[in-house]
């Protein structure tokens, strides 16, 4: 079963940066990590993604300037960091996983339980 746990949101002014981790466990090393997110009467809406087992990444467009994907396999760990950011960037994340290197949730089989950043203006 795989487990995903998000951590390091909060609370931050605009222009503030953050960077909010998701431990993964064991993972197919074929599948990819994506982040996504979640704002109060919103959709839920792709962040960026990266497979497991090589450097690709994939990025919605409006993303791809201030936020960066990483991973450490070493620690199971993936990363978001979140540059300049916004109060339109105030959502819950996820974390997510699945076989799919996508940016449809749908494609992604477990889901963590989101983390919430809020950005104050």
């Known amino acids: 079963q795989v487990q995903l746990v998000e951590s390091g949101g909060g609370l931050v002014q605009a222009g503030d940066s953050l960077r909010i981790s998701c431990t993964t466990g064991?993972?197919?090393?074929?599948?990819?990590v994506g982040w996504f997110r979640q704002a109060p009467g919103k959709e839920r809406e792709f962040v960026a993604t990266?497979?497991?087992?090589?450097?690709?990444?994939y990025y919605a467009d409006s993303m791809k300037v201030r936020f960066t994907i990483s991973k450490d396999r070493a620690k199971s760990t993936v990363y978001l960091q979140m540059n300049s950011l916004r109060p339109e960037d105030t959502a819950v994340y996820y974390c997510?996983?699945?076989?799919?290197?996508?940016?449809?949730?749908?494609?992604?089989?477990?889901w963590g339980q989101g983390t919430q950043v809020t950005v104050s203006s």
């Open positions: 997510a996983a699945g076989p799919q290197f996508s940016g449809k949730a749908s494609d992604y089989k477990y």
């Open positions: 990266i497979r497991w087992s090589s450097p690709s990444t």
């Open positions: 064991r993972i197919l090393s074929s599948w990819s």
